[in-house]
């Protein structure tokens, strides 16, 4: 099992930006070969949001294409989520996640990451 630990949720108006991060706090991450960010409202299903391979290949979800961007610092065993260009539709809980499997195979499939980090809340207002 591997421990993941975000932060860097808050509130912010429309049209700011957010840097999430996610820590690898514990386990094997190099077991690992996809991490990615998803997120989550009340009511509904958890969503994929970014997601990036070992060999730095991304994949976004339509809805946030051009204005987040994911990125991993693998000396640091770190992963980022920068957020542009805000809306409230952003608003939601974010949770950084990790897979066994490849990213194309993982696909953004919830079920197919089994390590999750806590969330860390990112609030959008108009």
């Known amino acids: 099992q591997v421990r993941l630990v975000e932060s860097g949720g808050g509130s912010v108006q429309a049209g700011g930006s957010l840097r999430l991060t996610c820590v690898v706090a514990?386990?094997?991450?190099?077991?690992?070969?996809?991490m990615g960010w998803f997120r989550q409202t009340p009511g509904r299903e958890r969503e994929g949001v970014a997601t990036i391979d070992t060999d730095g290949s991304t994949s976004y979800a339509d809805s946030v294409k051009g204005r987040f961007t994911i990125a991993k610092d693998n000396v640091k065993d770190t992963l980022y989520l920068q957020m542009n260009s805000l809306k409230p539709e952003d608003t939601a809980m974010y949770y950084c996640?990790?897979?066994?499997?490849?990213?194309?195979?993982?696909?953004?499939?919830?079920?197919?990451?089994?390590?999750w980090g806590q969330g860390t809340q990112v609030t959008v207002s108009s």
């Open positions: 514990s386990g094997d991450i190099y077991s690992r070969r996809c």
């Open positions: 996640a990790a897979s066994h499997f490849s990213c194309p195979a993982a696909t953004m499939v919830v079920r197919y990451f089994p390590d």
